[in-house]
């Protein structure tokens, strides 16, 4: 089993992206990624995939705080593609955010287009992943934005850093069950293996020679950056003989507190200290999923190696022992113990006066499907709202002001109240359908409250926001009461962040400031309820000068 030494992992891909660049043109980073299909093997089975670069997972992105980077995508596979960088702001340029038919129409077979973005205001751990049909499946990889020079971390300087990407596999062709699934009108199957940097480990057939492995020296401090591409499964992450110490989530530094698991959701980073301090050993890092509903989840553990230097390779790993896959209670404390770092370089500027009050129900749905062989399929909804995805992108539309493509009209609350976390509703499951955003004016301080309903059954959703931060100012669970929870939540030192999971049968109530002009998709990142529509977009308003309005389209911006 190869060891790979995390510290010369990131200086060879740090040097590797920077190839070309000067110190005259230092703080411009250039990559060029070709997505391409590679044949790939995972337990005992070969199969064809896309992949950026013939890598998976995909080669990460290295920047400094205050970069411009340029990133060239060449489509060389027979699918449509797009593809989103995970929490960047991208601020005034939503040309460069990437979820197809939102703010881009997809690069065609042959087709290029470069992401010019700058990284302003951000330092952390984010990543990037196609943002089209199911193809992060296997398409996403990291991104790591080093602080600026001269600016350390609010916490002890690591000796070496890794990343450590969690993922699913499926040994089928993901495009094709998913389309088999959506012509009968059930879901798509399951994964068949959760992944750590795109190996499931030694628990699975044919896995040991697919194990990522973290050579570690004794009495050091490691910096491990974790991602979850996942797509439906949220994940609880331990190493055995070791405690965590959370120090950042989702690019924002936290208050530090220690663990001996984290939860992570689909779209969520955690960033973590780890002291080498146990007998040296060989331990496992696992990940296993969280599912406190009655929903079916791809149960099975990934595993990985924390490996202590001399010690040989024939050492068995201990491994740790994850919450159960429905430990509500260790998801909800984990949760409550999140708190940005709110010093003052580092402050969390959390809207104290709310211009405009919104309550989103989110809710799963059956309407008919003739040409499905179940006569009905599955939906979701926002407000009963299914969303339709426009054949244009809705960003353009916008922009250059085209009639017919969306509307604005889309409700600040559900079409009627009911006990919303109440016993299963099984009846009246129909949703409305259309291509409905949310227009907002520049600079608006929004509170949003996401409830959870339990139309067919409760569920907990990671809900993303594009193109903002946001403030996780409450949670709670059952039904949201507007009369007494808004005492209870936190304006001082909460969580800021770009996913937040709404508790399954709870609320999430987020504030956060509309002044980035543009149209900015929100859903689900479970990909099961995206596809079945779970998601809707805000159109944030030109401020009223050229510099805080949207910036003009790049010249070689994709048409559908």
């Known amino acids: 089993m190869k060891i790979l030494n995390p510290g010369f992992l990131f200086l060879f891909f740090y040097l590797l992206g920077f190839l070309g ?54 489509n060389h596979v027979k699918y449509n593609l797009s593809i989103h960088w995970h929490g960047l702001k991208q601020y005034r340029n939503g040309w460069a955010d990437g979820p197809a038919y939102i703010t881009q129409c997809p690069m065609q077979t042959g087709q290029s287009y470069v992401y010019d973005f700058n990284v302003t205001g951000q330092r952390g751990t984010l990543w990037w ?59 798509p199957p399951m994964s068949d293996a959760h992944t750590i940097n795109g190996k499931p480990g030694p628990l699975f057939p044919c896995s040991e020679k697919h194990t990522f492995v973290v050579e570690v020296e004794a009495g050091k401090t490691y910096l491990l950056r974790i991602i979850n591409a996942a797509l439906n499964d949220e994940l609880f992450f331990g190493i055995s003989g070791h405690d965590m110490t959370v120090v950042e989530i989702d690019a924002v530094y936290t208050k530090p507190f220690t663990t001996k698991f984290i939860l992570i959701g689909p779209g969520q980073t955690t960033n973590v200290l780890v002291k080498t301090d146990s007998s040296p050993n060989r331990y496992f890092m696992a990940a296993g999923p969280f599912m406190d509903a009655p929903v079916s989840v791809d ?18 790993p201990i491994l740790p022992k994850l919450p159960s896959p429905n430990d509500t209670s ?85 079409p009627k109240a009911f006990n919303y976390t109440g016993v299963p509703l099984t009846a009246n499951l129909g ?11 520049f600079n608006t301080t929004i509170e949003l409250v996401l409830q959870d309903t339990n139309l067919l059954t409760v569920e907990s959703h990671p809900f993303h926001l594009h193109g903002y931060n946001f403030f996780v100012v409450g949670t709670g669970v059952g039904n949201f009461d507007p009369k007494t929870d808004p005492a209870k939540f936190n304006l001082i030192d909460p969580p800021e962040r770009n996913t937040v999971g709404v508790p399954t049968g709870g609320w999430a109530a987020i504030r956060f400031r509309a002044d980035n002009p543009g149209v900015w998709f929100m859903h689900c990142h479970l990909e099961v309820h995206t596809m ?28 559908c």
Not at 434 to 439: A, F
């Open 299 to 316: 149960n099975k553990t990934a595993t990985a190696i924390l490996q202590y230097k001399g010690v040989p390779n024939t050492v068995i």
């Open 431 to 441: 949703t409305s359908t259309g291509t409905r955003l949310s227009r907002v004016k």
């Open 532 to 559: 079945w529509g779970l998601k809707m977009a805000f159109v944030v308003e030109n401020g009223n000068t050229p510099e805080l309005s949207v910036l003009p389209p790049p010249k070689d911006y994709p048409s």
């Open 129 to 187: 992943h196609a943002h089209i049909l199911w193809l992060r499946a296997t398409v996403y990889g990291a991104i790591v934005i080093l602080p600026q020079p001269g600016k350390p971390y609010p916490f002890p300087q690591p000796y070496q850093e890794t990343n450590i990407v969690l993922g699913e596999w499926w040994n089928g062709d993901v495009e094709t069950a998913v389309n088999q699934a959506n012509q009968l009108g059930a879901p």
């Open 21 to 74: 660049d000067s110190p005259v043109d230092a703080a411009v980073k250039k990559y060029q990624f070709d997505v391409q299909m590679k044949n790939v093997s995972r337990l005992c089975n070969a199969k064809p995939i896309v992949t950026v670069n013939g890598m998976f997972p995909g080669p990460t992105v290295y920047a400094r705080e205050g970069d411009r980077v340029i990133i060239n995508v060449t």
């Open 330 to 414: 260790f998801a909800l404390d984990y949760n409550g113990k999140l708190r940005s770092l709110n010093t003052p370089n580092f402050p969390a500027l959390v809207p104290l006066k709310v211009d405009r009050r919104l309550f989103y129900t989110i809710g799963l749905g059956i309407n008919a499907c003739p040409t499905c062989v179940n006569g009905t399929n599955l939906a979701a909804s926002i407000n009963n709202i299914t969303f339709v995805m426009p054949k244009i992108a809705l960003l353009k539309a916008h922009y250059f002001n085209l009639p017919g493509v969306f509307r604005t009209d889309f409700p600040d609350r559900p």
